[in-house]
Antibody, heavy 115, light 110 residues
């Protein structure tokens, strides 16, 4: 059974940093693209970032480019999202998802940016 | 990277068919047959319902079908059931390894 479990969310002040993690199991993690998608409270889904299977290629939404960094550790089956210079508008539930198309999703971790 | 446009809400009676549209541009929906659809119940993770415009993952009811014409993709739910009442999102590949989601549609079963 495919499982994706996000962690690392919490309350952070504007301008602060946070590192999210997504622990994967039930599939060959090192063979799949992985993504982060976010959803602000009461709003729609927004694709944030993606990384290819061997971490040689990454992509970002314009809204986070230069502030967020996606990475992965294939030995530990874990996906990461380093978020710097956080803004109020980054407040959202952050989901990790595997594949292309985005197939299986985790349950999400809530990031709240507020002073 | 503008969101794809979906109607805010669509409704239908049990047993009827409804169609949700998803309008993009020639840079996303119109350029790639890589449109997917997701169902999301409140407080839950999205679930993949359709991929590559019209393909259904294993386990998804054949009441769900997808199509595309030009810059607009569509999701049709036939034989509408109470359990179909929730939110639906389209998603398209947008080139350079990026994706764009739709604005979301709330389906109501009357």
């Amino acid at each position: 059974e495919v499982q994706l479990v996000e962690s690392g969310g919490g309350l952070v002040q504007p301008g602060g940093s946070l590192r999210l993690a997504c622990a994967a199991s039930g599939f060959t993690f090192s063979s799949y693209w992985m993504h982060w998608v976010r959803q602000a409270p009461g709003k729609g889904l927004v694709w944030v970032s993606g990384i290819n299977s061997d971490a040689s290629g990454t992509s970002y939404a314009d809204s986070v480019k230069g502030r967020f960094t996606i990475s992965r550790d294939n030995a530990k089956n874990t996906l990461f999202l380093q978020m710097n210079s956080l803004r109020d508008e980054d407040t959202a539930v952050y989901y990790c998802a595997n594949g292309a198309p985005l197939n299986y999703w985790g349950q999400g971790t809530l990031v709240t940016v507020s002073s | 990277q503008s969101a794809l446009t979906q109607p805010a809400s669509v409704s239908g009676s049990p047993g009827q068919s409804i169609t949700i549209s998803c309008t993009g541009t020639s840079s996303d929906v119109g350029s790639y047959n890589l449109v997917s659809w997701y169902q999301q119940h409140p407080g839950k993770a999205p679930k993949l319902m359709i991929y590559e415009v019209s393909k259904r993952p294993s386990g998804v009811s054949n009441r769900f079908s997808g199509s595309k014409s030009g810059n607009t993709a569509s999701l049709t739910i036939s034989g509408l059931q109470a359990e179909d009442e929730t939110d639906y999102y389209c998603c398209s590949y947008a080139g350079s390894s990026t994706y764009v989601f739709g604005t979301g549609t709330k389906v109501t079963v009357l």
